[in-house]
């Protein structure tokens, strides 16, 4: 058992994917609540996570000085070696050079935390995300890496085994970070690696069962990964206390109903009922602009369809949906920490004040590949597990101004050609998602020697391991060229084509 304590990082929950990927069980926790869970568990190690607080201030949060001398291994990061330092008897200062992004740091000791790291030159590159920098280490402790402006980078205290690393390591962004998360939770912490996706599919199905009992649960099926791993576990647990519905909302890729409903047919048994509510939505949805309000509308909305719908299951108590952790953590302050909010998921910031249906969320802890993991230990078919995410809201969130039947309509040609090109290069799998947007823009083009005031499609395809963090995909002119001109060509309403190259971040993967 590893606790990653959580201090408001919109990172910490790859503190906890990294733990899991060593194979060690892992949960997170806040500082407030600490004492008293290693009280009823004594953890193998603890994380303390980074954050936006600054140990300068009067509210920051701090850590509960006993925890220092039950010779429990300790790893910070970021504000978590600065808390360390600062509760310890160190100093820690404002910096007038603050680091953001990738960083060179030199090794300057031999460290356990540091073993097998590749370097060139006693150096290697991390990413760093800080405006305070410890400036005096307690007794005791002593420097492992520098960098050009902090040279406090890593510390130590063997004795106490207690580390701290002024970057992140659990970010893809960090070379080796992996390997040093390791280095602590299998070399420093003892760690044994027992944890595994077949366990968390054990302990899953165990829970449901326990939870659900002889009752009902009815499952929002979208045809996207998230919620078809969501029935296919709620399924093993229950068989035939479930019924799935999928509702139609007329914000769909192209053709999409109609694909769910084969797959469905194929490979489940459980029920399946298709609700067409396309014109609920559209006129719910009508002259209203802002992303927020189209998110709620559409939570509240579909919510609201399946009270309706559960009225005509007898045993229906329960409502099963595919939130997975980066919705929860874009979406509010995690396990008490104070992460700042993103924005609202339709999963987990939709959802009315009193809802008739309780949840069962069974991936609120699994990042998206994860779920892909999950699904192939649920042997289900590749089509399912390997499709690109797809938001809650559909399309909805992907017209960037008011909703009308004609601009959906349109965006759903322009995507369905952009994904069939990106399919035929064979460059699907390389991609983690990939979609079009209609912009709240109209431009004046040249159509058959004609004036033309049409709109804009924008394009974006990111790689990614977990959604988190993610790099826009270096396609070649030649196919982005080829992209635009069919667009252009057979979609009706737009007259020009262009490409997001925006990271995240600072950006989102989706536009709204």
Known sequence: MIYIVDFGSQVTQLIARRVREVGVYCEIVSNKKLLNKIKVMKPTGLIFSGGPASVHKSR??????KIFSLNIPILGICYGMQLIVHQLGGKVEISNEREFGKTLITHTNKSKLFQNIRLKKKQHYVWMSHGDKAIKLPIDFRTIAKSKNSKFAGIENKKLNIYGLQFHPEVVHTHQGEKIIKNFIINICKAKPTWSMQ??????????KTKVGKNHVICGLSGGVDSMVTAA?????????????????????LNETEEVHNLFKKYFKSKLIIVNAKSRFLTSLKGVSDPEKKRKIIGNLFINIFNTESKKISKAKFLAQGTIYPDIIES????GGPTSVIKSHHNVGGLPKEMKLGLVEPLQELFKDEVRRLGKELKLPKEFIQRHPFPGPGLGIRVLSDITKEKV????????IYIDEIK???LYREIWQAFAVLLPVRTVGVMGDQRSYEFVCGLRAVTSVDGMTADFFPFSGEFLSKVSTRIINEVKGINR??????????GTIEWE
């Open 199 to 208: 366990n968390y599919l054990k302990i899953q199905v165990a829970k449901i």
């Open 409 to 416: 309509q349109m965006l759903q040609q322009a995507d369905k």
């Open 60 to 65: 920051t949060p701090k850590i509960d000085q």
């Open 424 to 426: 035929a290069a064979n």
């Open 497 to 506: 084509v262009v490409y997001d190259t925006t990271s995240k971040p600072p």
């Open 233 to 253: 576990i709620i399924s093993k647990a229950i068989n035939k206390q479930l019924t799935c519905i999928y509702v139609d909302t007329g914000l769909m890729r």
């Open 332 to 335: 509010q302050s995690f396990h």
